[in-house]
């Protein structure tokens, strides 16, 4: 049963991946000819839902009394965004999450792949898909601690399940994500038209998109298609972090400049920033995290062999502190914890059995574990003459993960959000203030 696990686990995170890449519609496994629009969005996270997923009234604080945000799990019970913080000799100090500010900006997330059948299991017309709660937990893990900065939107959409990933291996026509990119494409078509104008001022506001895996690949296909080539729509963009997939540029260049079909998008650049330069908003951050050995290229995820092309890698504590692009840095990792996910003596992982197979994750009272020391990073880039790699390399104490998840085949896949949570919050945060800064008079 633990070999099946691991070979499921590893289709869950590689299987859409070489196509996630650019995300473009095929003819394959997983296509849905019958499938149509849905006739509304299903929303697992919107800001002013009775009993909100995510806990965010309509301006994005706390439904419940007091400042703590509570979410809750669509089959019930709640859940905090709190965290342990274990300092370098262990002993750890709780540090509530509290909302006391209406949220700037928003967040628009798609979640990786976590449907193990499909959702709903049959696929025809627009049969809308069910809000579960392994879509809950993997937001909870991932996205929800940004509810600090952003009004959450969590669409629900027909993904590519398991048991199209592997049809698609069997058959070698891959997967095909049309459905999955049009749920993503409505959702967003909806939150653009209803949700997007500030409830107080009536303008527009800056939204901050996040993806993984699968996640990744309709996200980039959605900016694409909504905002790349939408100058109007792009001002609005924030910042992307589109994690565990692969975002593809011209060598020496931050984005396909308008006529680069192998680019993944031709006007929104990877995230850079020079020495002394202030921080840039309206890019996209991107990796995917391994511990290899020296010599070794990722399997998978973080490779291209496009021609001219390299994947992009941004370090987000790198870029954060302003430091070079390839500087090995501290990152603030944020392990979710077995009561998080909603985890049990029978199922230590929950819901997300089979995404974190293998993973021992801790048993605290607190929705996460904090290590701020634990780790480093660094982009790394590697090439054996075909393949061109760039990844997150991560060192340190790597006890936290499977023995070997590091250097296999989809490396820290799983845990892309969590290597660098805090990082990646505080970046979008001061993005975020960077980017209503340049708006005002």
Same mark, same amino acid.
């Given at each position: 049963?633990?070999?099946?696990?691991?070979?499921?686990?590893?289709?869950?995170? &590689?299987?859409? /991946?070489?196509?996630?890449?650019? +995300?473009?519609?095929? !003819?394959?496994?997983?296509? =849905?000819?019958?499938?149509?629009?849905?006739?509304?969005?299903?929303?697992?996270? %919107?800001?002013?839902?009775?009993?909100?997923?995510? #806990?965010?009234?309509?301006?994005?604080? @706390?439904?419940?009394?007091?400042?703590?945000?509570?979410?809750?799990?669509?089959?019930?019970?709640?859940?905090?965004?709190?965290?342990?913080?274990?300092?370098?000799?262990?002993?750890?100090?709780?540090?509530?999450? !509290?909302?006391?500010?209406?949220?700037?900006?928003? *967040?628009?997330? +798609?979640?990786?792949? $976590?449907?193990?059948?499909?959702?709903? /299991?049959?696929?025809?017309?627009?049969?809308? @898909?069910?809000?579960?709660? $392994?879509?809950?937990?993997?937001?909870?893990?991932?996205?929800?601690?940004?509810?600090?900065? *952003?009004?959450?939107?969590?669409?629900?959409?027909?993904?590519?399940?398991?048991?199209?990933?592997?049809?698609?291996?069997?058959?070698?026509?891959?997967?095909?994500?049309?459905?999955?990119?049009?749920?993503?494409?409505? +959702?967003?078509?909806?939150?653009?038209?209803?949700?997007?104008?500030?409830p107080a001022t009536g303008e527009r506001r800056g939204v901050v998109i996040l993806g993984h895996s699968q996640g990744t690949a309709v996200a980039?296909?959605?900016?694409?298609?909504?905002?790349?080539?939408?100058?109007?729509?792009?001002?609005?963009? &924030?910042?992307? +972090?589109?994690?565990?997939?692969?975002?593809?540029?011209?060598?020496?260049?931050?984005?396909?400049?308008?006529?680069?079909?192998?680019?993944?998008?031709?006007?929104?650049?990877?995230?850079?920033?020079?020495?002394?330069?202030?921080?840039?908003?309206?890019?996209?951050?991107?990796?995917?995290?391994?511990?290899?050995?020296?010599?070794? /290229?990722?399997?998978?995820?973080? %490779?291209?062999?496009?021609?001219?092309?390299?994947?992009?890698?941004?370090?987000?504590?790198?870029?954060?502190? #302003?430091?070079?692009? =390839?500087?090995?840095?501290? /990152?603030?990792?944020?392990?979710?914890?077995?009561?998080?996910?909603?985890?049990?003596?029978?199922?230590?992982?929950?819901?997300?059995?089979?995404?974190?197979?293998?993973?021992?994750? @801790?048993?605290?009272?607190?929705?996460?574990?904090?290590?701020?020391?634990?780790?480093?990073?660094?982009?790394?880039?590697?090439?054996?003459?075909?393949?061109?790699?760039?990844?997150?390399?991560?060192?340190?104490?790597?006890?936290?993960?499977?023995?070997?998840?590091?250097?296999?085949?989809?490396?820290?896949?799983?845990?892309?959000?969590?290597?660098?949570?805090?990082?990646?919050?505080?970046?979008?945060?001061?993005?975020?203030?960077?980017?209503?800064?340049?708006?005002?008079?």
């Amino acid at each position: 049963m633990r070999r099946l696990l691991i070979a499921v686990t590893a289709v869950l995170a &590689v299987a859409l /991946l070489p196509a996630g890449a650019q +995300a473009r519609p095929a !003819t394959g496994a997983a296509a =849905g000819p019958d499938a149509r629009p849905l006739d509304r969005t299903v929303w697992l996270c %919107r800001p002013g839902l009775v009993n909100n997923p995510c #806990g965010q009234d309509a301006e994005g604080m @706390p439904q419940s009394a007091g400042p703590e945000l509570v979410t809750r799990y669509p089959s019930g019970g709640t859940r905090l965004l709190d965290a342990t913080r274990f300092a370098p000799g262990g002993s750890g100090k709780r540090e509530p999450f !509290t909302v006391t500010a209406k949220p700037p900006v928003d *967040c628009f997330y +798609a979640y990786p792949t $976590v449907d193990l059948l499909p959702n709903p /299991l049959l696929q025809t017309g627009s049969r809308p @898909p069910v809000p579960q709660d $392994v879509h809950q937990a993997v937001t909870l893990m991932q996205s929800a601690r940004f509810a600090g900065l *952003c009004r959450i939107f969590v669409p629900v959409y027909r993904q590519v399940p398991l048991p199209a990933l592997l049809a698609g291996i069997v058959t070698g026509t891959g997967a095909d994500p049309t459905t999955a990119i049009m749920d993503i494409r409505g +959702a967003w078509d909806d939150y653009w038209a209803h949700d997007n104008r500030d409830p107080a001022t009536g303008e527009r506001r800056g939204v901050v998109i996040l993806g993984h895996s699968q996640g990744t690949a309709v996200a980039a296909a959605l900016i694409r298609e909504r905002v790349d080539t939408h100058p109007e729509v792009r001002r609005q963009l &924030v910042t992307a +972090a589109l994690l565990g997939g692969n975002i593809e540029v011209p060598e020496g260049r931050d984005a396909g400049g308008g006529s680069d079909p192998a680019s993944t998008f031709q006007h929104i650049p990877a995230c850079r920033r020079a020495a002394g330069a202030p921080l840039p908003t309206g890019c996209v951050v991107a990796y995917a995290t391994y511990s290899l050995p020296r010599g070794s /290229l990722p399997a998978v995820i973080g %490779r291209t062999s496009s021609p001219g092309h390299r994947v992009v890698c941004v370090n987000p504590a790198a870029l954060l502190r #302003g430091e070079a692009a =390839g500087a090995r840095v501290p /990152l603030d990792l944020y392990l979710p914890t077995r009561r998080l996910i909603g985890g049990s003596a029978l199922l230590p992982n929950g819901p997300l059995a089979v995404p974190l197979n293998g993973y021992r994750l @801790p048993d605290l009272s607190t929705g996460f574990a904090r290590h701020p020391d634990a780790l480093k990073g660094e982009c790394t880039h590697a090439t054996d003459g075909t393949v061109s790699a760039d990844w997150l390399q991560v060192s340190g104490d790597l006890s936290y993960f499977p023995a070997a998840a590091p250097a296999g085949l989809s490396g820290l896949h799983a845990m892309d959000f969590n290597v660098a949570q805090g990082d990646l919050i505080a970046l979008a945060t001061a993005q975020a203030q960077a980017w209503l800064d340049r708006r005002s008079p």
